[in-house]
């Protein structure tokens, strides 16, 4: 075994990021203490649904770094160190194997962000991790003790400890999140619609008692996340819908109401039927009716106001990556000073992407410390 370096690092954050940062470093006996207000991990439990999807299964560095809308460029040169295959081998190594479901989420095995919590925890206490709980208020303080501080405060906190070293961040806003609407959607409330349509992404919608949400809105939320509000989205609510014409023609008895449902729940085609006749039979639909219904349909108008408070899975803005060498994770500014995780102007989809981040970032971090150890 190694002799123990001499550099001490402070990692603030003891989220995905900071943790996993922190297991590199005493892999390589760098001394190191995490510091987090909460305790450490917590963050990982409500992933996946309890399950934490940790990864997904994209291969190409340069594909994977497609599913951030925020981050691309800046990801090549972290994912091209540390990517999908990496994650996968790092759990192994740790002894948490996985599995790659049929839409590319990778998940732990057990299934239990606990378990995942519990082995990453334990792998740190036994390389002697030094842990405080403690809400860190000024890394200078830090710098009088540690040759390193890395800053992984997640998304939603640590923006106040950048700003007397004059961090540019982007305003926060929340992303991965359902969508307050305009308009009233009470009544439909629950009703999911299958394979929407909003600007040829194509997933599922949930009409809830705010407005919308499900993984369609989910993108949506996400692509447009610094869009001023209110904006308004075009549903397509049913692309495969080709000929109303056809469908009319060859059920000339059959009420309007029951025509629509056969293609839409219930409830939606009553609320798209709204100041139609809904018992016209198919041979009664006037040309302009049916124009009119099909508008209707494919172009479904929802006026956003807002974001659930509280429902965001991740936030969109951060730390602006110009200020981060993406070799190295250390700030341009502030030498020894590192950022990693959510904290960067960094956000991905759902599936496994953010916390794809959090280990990349964590690694390129924890390399560059390591090599500079040396
Ligand atoms: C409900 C939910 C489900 C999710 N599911 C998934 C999923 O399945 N897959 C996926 O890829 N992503 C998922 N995410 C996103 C993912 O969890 C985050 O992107 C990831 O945890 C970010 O890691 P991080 O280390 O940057 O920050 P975090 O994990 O948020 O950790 C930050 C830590 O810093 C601490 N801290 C903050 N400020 C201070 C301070 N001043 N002093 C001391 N400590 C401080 C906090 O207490 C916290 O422990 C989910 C998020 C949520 C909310």
Same mark, same amino acid.
């Given at each position: 075994m190694g002799q123990e370096s001499k550099i001490k690092v402070a990692v603030v954050g003891a989220g995905a990021s900071g943790c996993i940062c922190a297991y590199h470093l005493l892999k390589a006996r760098i001394n190191v203490t995490l510091f987090d207000k909460n305790l450490p991990l917590r963050t990982l439990l409500p992933t996946g649904g309890g399950r934490c999807n940790l990864a997904h299964a994209e291969y190409d560095f340069k594909e994977l770094a497609k599913n951030y809308p925020r981050g691309e460029k800046f990801l090549y040169s972290v994912f091209s160190q540390f990517s999908t295959s990496d994650t996968i081998e790092l759990f192994n190594e740790m002894g948490i194997k996985t599995y790659t479901q049929d839409d590319g989420r990778i998940f732990p095995k057990s299934n239990s962000s606990k378990d995942?919590? %519990?082995v990453i925890l334990q792998e740190l206490r036994t390389k002697n991790v030094k842990f405080i709980q403690k809400e860190i208020k000024d890394i200078n303080e830090l710098f009088e003790k540690y040759s390193a501080v890395v800053v992984a405060t997640g998304g939603h906190s640590g923006y106040e400890l950048l700003k007397q070293f004059n961090i540019k961040i982007i305003e926060p806003r929340p992303s991965l999140v359902g969508l307050n609407t305009k308009e009233d959607f009470m009544a439909l409330s629950g009703i999911v619609i299958k394979s929407a349509m909003i600007d040829g992404i194509q997933e599922d919608i949930l009409f809830t008692h705010f407005g919308v949400s499900g993984p369609l809105i989910y993108k949506?939320?996400?692509l447009n996340a610094f869009n001023e509000i209110p904006y308004i989205v075009t549903v397509d609510l049913c692309p495969n819908l080709l000929n109303l014409q056809e469908i009319l023609n060859s059920n000339p008895h %059959? @009420?309007? %109401? /029951?025509?629509?449902?056969? +293609?839409?729940?219930n409830k939606i085609a009553k609320f798209i039927l709204k100041d139609i006749d809904e018992t016209l039979k198919g041979y009664q639909v006037n040309g302009t009716t049916r124009d009119l219904i099909l508008q209707r349909i494919h172009e479904f108008k929802i006026t956003v106001n807002g974001t659930n408070k509280g429902e965001e899975t991740v936030t969109a803005g951060g730390v602006d990556l110009d200020e981060i060498n993406p070799k190295s994770m250390e700030l341009k500014k502030v030498p020894n000073m590192y950022c990693i995780g @959510?904290?960067? /102007?960094?956000? *991905? +989809?759902? *599936?496994g992407f953010n916390l794809q981040n959090a280990w990349s970032t964590a690694y390129v971090c924890a390399k560059s410390i390591i090599a500079q150890a040396k």
């Amino acid at each position: 075994m190694g002799q123990e370096s001499k550099i001490k690092v402070a990692v603030v954050g003891a989220g995905a990021s900071g943790c996993i940062c922190a297991y590199h470093l005493l892999k390589a006996r760098i001394n190191v203490t995490l510091f987090d207000k909460n305790l450490p991990l917590r963050t990982l439990l409500p992933t996946g649904g309890g399950r934490c999807n940790l990864a997904h299964a994209e291969y190409d560095f340069k594909e994977l770094a497609k599913n951030y809308p925020r981050g691309e460029k800046f990801l090549y040169s972290v994912f091209s160190q540390f990517s999908t295959s990496d994650t996968i081998e790092l759990f192994n190594e740790m002894g948490i194997k996985t599995y790659t479901q049929d839409d590319g989420r990778i998940f732990p095995k057990s299934n239990s962000s606990k378990d995942v919590q %519990k082995v990453i925890l334990q792998e740190l206490r036994t390389k002697n991790v030094k842990f405080i709980q403690k809400e860190i208020k000024d890394i200078n303080e830090l710098f009088e003790k540690y040759s390193a501080v890395v800053v992984a405060t997640g998304g939603h906190s640590g923006y106040e400890l950048l700003k007397q070293f004059n961090i540019k961040i982007i305003e926060p806003r929340p992303s991965l999140v359902g969508l307050n609407t305009k308009e009233d959607f009470m009544a439909l409330s629950g009703i999911v619609i299958k394979s929407a349509m909003i600007d040829g992404i194509q997933e599922d919608i949930l009409f809830t008692h705010f407005g919308v949400s499900g993984p369609l809105i989910y993108k949506i939320s996400s692509l447009n996340a610094f869009n001023e509000i209110p904006y308004i989205v075009t549903v397509d609510l049913c692309p495969n819908l080709l000929n109303l014409q056809e469908i009319l023609n060859s059920n000339p008895h %059959k @009420e309007l %109401k /029951n025509i629509l449902a056969d +293609f839409l729940p219930n409830k939606i085609a009553k609320f798209i039927l709204k100041d139609i006749d809904e018992t016209l039979k198919g041979y009664q639909v006037n040309g302009t009716t049916r124009d009119l219904i099909l508008q209707r349909i494919h172009e479904f108008k929802i006026t956003v106001n807002g974001t659930n408070k509280g429902e965001e899975t991740v936030t969109a803005g951060g730390v602006d990556l110009d200020e981060i060498n993406p070799k190295s994770m250390e700030l341009k500014k502030v030498p020894n000073m590192y950022c990693i995780g @959510e904290i960067l /102007n960094i956000d *991905g +989809f759902c *599936g496994g992407f953010n916390l794809q981040n959090a280990w990349s970032t964590a690694y390129v971090c924890a390399k560059s410390i390591i090599a500079q150890a040396k």
